[in-house]
């Protein structure tokens, strides 16, 4: 298994959002968290979301949803301590989109709209939903899955790490990999301007995560604008 990753601020004064991964027992775990609130309250809330994350995996490195489950609940449990501490950090939050593998099997998490691909046989097989309301907006049939890129609803979240009371993931079920399988999780920073097409055609010629990392750079800044939003990114191949 190899993975690459990168964070970016993009086109804004300050990078709000953290990329993590931590090895444990032959186990890996990945994170990244895109933070909102403003006043660099943001980057706090990615921050400390994607570390707790990351540190309660290192105590229990399990692949399993009731272990990924509790990552990532601690994590809401500490910000809304962090938030109820300090009023100005009141309207502070995170997406976080998260997976652990060893290799052949993994599992994998979100809330918010930062998403995790998994392509299989050289096809995207599963994507995270988005928590939007814009994704909403395509469930409901007003607009369809591409134009989720171009609404003005698409980083009006529906859900978010934040605190304990407001806490509900998406988790999938653990999965059986095969060699050549690959991930990528990123922001929305990234999705916006890399498309699925876009996605699949670089990592048939890709010798490695990095050749595909870069291929998809190529493209992200030939279609960014010029005030485009922090973007982050892993990429795994099995």
Not at 224 to 234: L, P, T
Request: hydrophobic share 35%.
């Amino acid at each position: 298994m190899r993975a690459v990753s990168l964070t970016n601020r993009g086109g804004r004064k300050n990078n709000e959002d953290s990329v993590g991964y931590v090895k444990a027992e032959d186990i890996w775990c990945f994170v990244i968290c895109d933070g909102l609130g403003g006043q660099s309250f943001g980057e706090i809330a990615s921050e400390l979301v994607c570390n707790t994350i990351c540190d309660e995996f290192k105590k229990e490195p399990l692949i399993s949803q009731k272990a990924l489950y509790q990552y990532i609940e601690k994590s809401a449990s500490l910000l809304g301590e962090e938030r109820s501490g300090d009023k100005e950090k009141a309207d502070m939050s995170s997406t976080v989109v998260t997976l652990v593998t060893d290799g052949k099997k993994a599992i994998w998490a979100n809330i918010g709209d930062s998403r995790l691909f998994y392509i299989s046989d050289g096809e995207i097989s599963q994507v995270t939903n988005d928590h939007s309301i814009a994704f909403m907006e395509f469930e409901n049939g007003d607009i369809t899955y591409e134009e989720i890129r171009y609404s003005p609803n698409q980083n009006k979240l529906l859900r978010a790490v934040s605190d304990i009371d407001n806490f509900n993931p998406d988790i999938s079920e653990v999965t059986e990999l095969k060699k050549n399988d690959a991930f990528l999780l990123c922001s929305d920073g990234f999705w916006e301007y890399v498309t699925e097409d876009d996605i699949e055609e670089t990592l048939h010629s890709a010798k490695s995560p990095k050749d595909w990392l870069e291929a998809m750079l190529e493209i992200l800044h030939e279609n960014e604008g010029k005030k485009n939003d922090n973007y982050s990114v892993i990429a795994v191949i099995i």
